[in-house]
């Protein structure tokens, strides 16, 4: 709880009693040992029969609980340029710095130690001096970082902030007590800033609001924003969801509610404080501490809501599990749903710190989520030793800083992208020694950060590892208080949180892991932001410097792999809280140093080049995948090539190798740099890796087709310098020669056939011919433009009739100029020749004629010759062609005329 509704206050928690075997009393945080009583005897054996803390694995508690769906009301839709006018009427909610107090609503007893944890820093536990003997590496490095919200600025009275926040693909939404913003990602204010008063008025029922949370959900492209109202008792669980993934004036929410005893389960007297909201691909999950009107402990209760009922206009559909702990016995205190991005997604959770032991985490595992649910009992995970927080010494601060208690800030579930692996991370904060053991007594203390990586969920859940983020100095050691965690798709984790010590002001830090370190280390913290002054804010009636009580760390959805956190610090002047959006940016890739093959030809419109690179500090290649079954990711893994190499295709083997698809066809010969760019936009550079050869020019080919079946087949290639041949055809046909022959080819023979040319290792473009064989008796051509209806016999084309040119016409005259006779005809134009006979008057008829003019290209010949006496000559003309010469006429029976001497 974070703040109290006008005129509202509660004393800290009243004496409970229950069934005389525990003893519980208000308690209060300080340097020194709780003030609460502790259980008079720590069992001997853990409730859940577990006798050794091998493995850190905890097993189920009862069987499965059938829950029943209530069918809520519809939801209220408005767009967001209504939101903002009715916040502008308010004056954007700005209000003066006048903190109001709050009730403060915590564990109701300090729970028993557990006698079987295993009192070490981290798990797998580390060899003595491990941690102090390696080498620490940055994770992330810090990117955009912006102020989103503060008090000094007026945006909100309330203390603490509840910060909080999520990135979309282009969007940051914070949503903190007293306002709500939306910002682009290099912190540029949108079209959302409004008081939150005014953007939940549609379902508050008059009441204030507090608890705020806020999720993007990539599955559906939708934002999430979660609150509750501050009815005394029976408080609303308000639910607002965007229409789209992006927000502007033109989109909206539609906003839900319901009562938290809705169905009549028993709550009505009840106040849902602190809920811990996750989003799956299924269902929302909302767990939440309840406390009487009064102000007492009364259990956990975890509600289910169908995630398909909200994406429209309702009704909304939601299940309530009530007293997830048993009242004080056994369960996860403050419930955190558990976001899970994965789209298969079948299994919902709930986890929490026990209720009655610490270092004992305990999950719920909700199936058929979307439907008809049903909760398992206590999935219960023995974890190194936890204890209640310390109040954070600060610079300045009169009364340390609030850290709430044991209870985690948030908890995801992420798919491992290079392992596979699919866990749980989540994290808090405890009071630790300086060897970062937790610890609830001695001298000495600190506070550290908690983490928590939990595998085999839809089994046993099993701790894969912890850590425990903490500062070893003897002398004023930084604190780290309200962690959040998050794996990114390539396995590392980040850790948002705020840190501060007495000499330093409370200002926000960022720490983690690479993939690749031991299990269970975590790397040194980095500043993000220091503190800017000291910070007391204490209002009764609780008194406590209040921080917190939440904070938000979350993987950006459209790379997997860039990390947002969203965390508090002191704000300058004096006595005010900020919130800071901060961006935290991936290795870089791994650096191209090696390309298999380490050359390729020009010309080629496809080969494959494996790049291998070099890490060092974390650096690695990363493509988020295809997404099976989701949305896909919006930025995936590219590559370019220098030297008009086109890049068609990318594919990502591990963080050291990925294959390009290359084409070459436009490229340039020489060395070519080689370029990695991961989802995030970083880029690494292997300068000169590849080489482009120049390839040998496609060679031409052609065949001696058509060939009669049974005949040979001959290929030809065009010859190329230094060129070997590979020839490619029709029923399995491969040649290496430059000019190969098919002898006795058959009809199965006819087709494509495509060569190849190689010169020093590149292939050219391949050249290709097609081939036609005739079937036998099928028609052919020998080649011969005088013959015709030629026929395939045995392989050999033959056969057929002779053509030869038609005679000249009848149209051939004769002249006389002065004793030289023309001879002239008017056929076409073409080749002729000219024949002179010879007839003596009483003789008989004879073709005795002989060439005149052989083979002219003219229609007239001249003749200057005089007959002899008695006699007279006569002429004839023939067509010459390829083909041979024409018969010079027929008689009257038509019969050719005999031509005893042709023209040469």
């Known amino acids: 709880m974070k703040r109290q509704g006008r005129g509202r206050g509660m004393a800290v928690l009243a004496s409970l009693a229950v069934s005389g075997l525990w003893t519980f009393v208000g308690w209060s945080q300080g340097s020194g040992a709780t003030a609460a009583a502790r259980r008079s005897e720590a069992p001997a054996t853990r409730p859940d029969g577990a006798t050794s803390p091998r493995g850190i694995a905890g097993g189920p508690a009862g069987g499965n609980t059938v829950g029943v769906p209530v069918i809520g009301g519809r939801g209220i839709t408005e767009t967001v340029a209504t939101i903002m006018q009715r916040a502008q009427a308010r004056g954007l909610g700005w209000r003066p710095i006048a903190f109001e107090g709050e009730e403060v609503r915590r564990r109701p007893f300090v729970p028993a130690d557990d006698p079987l944890a295993p009192a070490v820093p981290s798990w797998p536990p580390q060899p003595q001096g491990f941690a102090a003997a390696q080498e620490l590496l940055l994770p992330q490095v810090a990117g955009t970082n912006f102020k989103a919200v503060g008090t000094a600025a007026g945006e909100s009275p309330f203390v603490p902030p509840d910060s909080m926040g999520d990135v979309g693909p282009t969007q940051i939404l914070v949503h903190v007590n007293g306002r709500i913003k939306v910002f682009d990602k290099t912190g540029a204010l949108g079209g959302l800033n409004s008081d939150d008063l005014s953007f ?191 109040t954070q010494p600060a610079s300045g601060s009169t009364t340390n800083i609030d850290t709430s208690d044991d209870r985690l800030f948030m908890a995801s579930i992420h798919r491992n992208k290079i392992t596979g692996a699919v866990t749980l991370w989540t994290a808090h904060n405890i009071a630790v020694t300086s060897s970062c053991v937790g610890a609830s007594n001695g001298g000495g203390r600190r506070n550290g950060s908690r983490w928590y990586e939990i595998g085999s969920l839809s089994a046993t859940p099993a701790l894969v590892q912890s850590g425990t983020l903490c500062d070893t100095a003897t002398t004023n050691p930084r604190g780290f208080i309200y962690p959040s965690v998050v794996e990114t798709g390539q396995g590392h984790m980040a850790l948002g949180s705020t840190f501060a010590a007495s000499n330093l002001f409370a200002g926000v830090s960022a720490a983690g892991r690479l993939r690749t370190d031991a299990l269970g280390s975590t790397q040194a913290p980095t500043v993000l932001q220091n503190g800017l002054a000291s910070y007391t804010i204490a209002p009764p009636p609780s008194n406590l410097n209040r921080w917190g009580d939440y904070s938000f760390t979350d993987v950006d959805p459209n790379d997997d792999q860039t990390v947002w956190t969203v965390q508090e610090y002191a704000d300058s002047p004096m006595n005010n809280w900020a919130v800071r959006v901060v961006q935290l940016l991936a290795p870089p890739p791994a650096t191209p140093s090696a390309a298999a093959p380490s050359g390729v030809c020009s010309g080629l419109p496809s080969v494959n080049v494996a790049i291998t690179g070099t890490s060092a500090s974390g650096s690695g290649f990363f493509d988020p995948g295809s997404d099976p079954g989701g949305p896909g990711f919006a930025s995936r893994i590219a590559a370019t090539v220098s030297g008009g190499v086109t890049v068609t295709g990318v594919t990502f083997t591990d963080p050291t190798h990925v294959t390009l698809t290359l084409d070459t066809t436009a490229a340039s010969s020489g060395s070519k740099n080689v370029t990695i760019t991961n989802p995030d936009g970083q880029v690494a550079i292997g ?134 006779t023309t001879i002239s005809w008017t056929d076409p134009p073409g080749t002729y020749s000219v024949y002179r006979g010879t007839r003596t008057d009483g003789s008989p008829w004879s073709f005795n004629q002989a060439c005149l003019a052989p083979r002219i290209g003219t229609s007239s010949a001249t003749d200057s010759g005089n007959p002899p006496a008695l006699t007279v000559f006569f002429y004839l003309v023939t067509r010459v062609d390829a083909c041979g010469e024409s018969i010079p006429g027929r008689d009257s029976n038509g019969t050719p005329e005999p031509n005893p001497s042709p023209c040469p």
Not at 285 to 303: D, E, I, R
Not at 340 to 361: C, K, Q, V, W
Not at 729 to 752: L, R, W, Y
Request: glycine share 14%; proline share 8%.
């Open 200 to 390: 939940w008025d549609p379902v508050r029922a008059g009441q204030e609001v507090t608890d705020p949370e806020v999720r993007y959900d990539r599955l559906t492209g939708r934002w999430f924003a979660l609150i509750v109202n501050f009815a005394p008792t029976n408080n609303l669980v308000l639910l607002a969801v965007s229409s789209g993934p992006t927000i502007t004036d033109a989109s909206s929410f539609t906003f839900f509610s319901f009562p938290i005893d809705l169905g009549g389960v028993g709550e009505s007297t009840n106040f849902c404080d602190y809920p811990g909201f996750g989003v799956d691909a299924n269902a929302l999950y909302v767990g939440c501490n309840m406390f009487s009107g009064a102000g007492l402990f009364q259990h956990t209760t975890g509600y289910v809501i169908r995630k398909s009922s909200v994406l429209g206009g309702g009704p909304i559909v939601v299940t309530p599990f009530v007293d997830l702990t048993g009242h004080l016995t056994a369960g996860p205190f403050a419930p955190r749903g558990v976001d899970n991005d994965d789209p298969l997604a079948t299994e919902g959770y709930f986890i929490g710190p026990d209720i009655a032991f610490f270092s004992r985490l305990v999950l719920r595992r909700v199936t058929n989520p979307g439907g008809t649910p049903a909760l398992s009992g206590n999935l219960n995970l023995a974890v190194p030793t936890t204890s209640l927080p310390l």
């Open 687 to 820: 300068a000169g890796i590849l080489t482009v050869n120049p390839g040998p020019a496609q060679p031409a080919a052609s065949n001696n087709g058509p060939v009669c079946a049974g005949g040979t087949l001959q290929l030809t290639a065009s010859a190329i310098p230094g060129a070997t041949y590979s020839w490619t055809g029709p029923n399995g046909f491969t040649s290496s020669q430059q000019n190969p022959a098919i002898a006795g080819a058959s009809t199965a023979a006819a087709g494509t056939y495509s060569v190849r040319a190689t010169v020093g290792g590149c292939i050219s473009p391949a050249g290709t011919t097609a081939a036609t064989i005739i079937a036998n008796q099928g028609a052919c051509n020998d080649g011969n433009a005088c013959t015709t209806g030629e026929t395939c016999t045995g392989g050999v084309c033959g056969g057929g009739s002779v053509s030869t040119p038609v005679e000249v016409n009848d149209s051939v005259a004769l002249s006389d100029n002065g004793g030289v």
